[in-house]
Each structure stands twice: as C-alpha cells, then as structure tokens.
C-alpha cells in the first residue's frame, strides 16, 4: 500500500478478500508499543489462553472416562409453544 499514490484511486488492488479499488488519503508511521507498555495484557492473554487449554484438556479427558446418556421423558415435544 505504501508505494501507491497519497490522494488517487488505484487498483484493482488484490487481497484475500478480492480485488478493491483504493483511495490512499494519507501514510501514517508506526511504531511497536515496548513490551513494558503492555506487558500486563500479555500476562493477562498468555494466562486466558493456557487455563483455555487446560479446560480444554480436562473436558477431553472427561468425556474418555464417562458416557453421557440423555433420557426423554415419554411426553417430550421438540416443539415450543409461541405466545
């Protein structure tokens, strides 16, 4: 993108989505947050992302260990009354 024309149309421009036709207003520099800046969003994220597995690896373990059987009762309807 950065070696289109800043203030005209380009394109067709691909991407994984299709092709665009591209309108480049302006080029922004940026730069990486140091880690100190968000090192507590990094803990929080590596942390919800391992009890995820973990859960994940219990519910697995469970379901090897224990058989699931759903009763019906004899008058069961899948049918919902709509009010």
Do not use: C
Not at 35 to 58: C, F, G, H, P, T
């Amino acid at each position: 993108m950065s070696k289109l024309p800043i203030g005209k149309w380009s394109g067709p421009v691909r991407s994984t989505f299709g092709n665009h036709l591209v309108l480049l207003e302006e080029i922004k520099s940026t730069q990486l947050p140091a880690l100190a800046e968000i090192r507590s969003r990094v803990l929080n994220d590596w942390q919800s992302q391992a009890q995820k597995k973990i859960l994940q690896e219990q519910y697995l373990q469970y379901r090897k260990n224990y058989e699931v059987t759903v009763h019906k009762p004899d008058n069961f309807s899948a049918e919902v009354a709509v009010k």
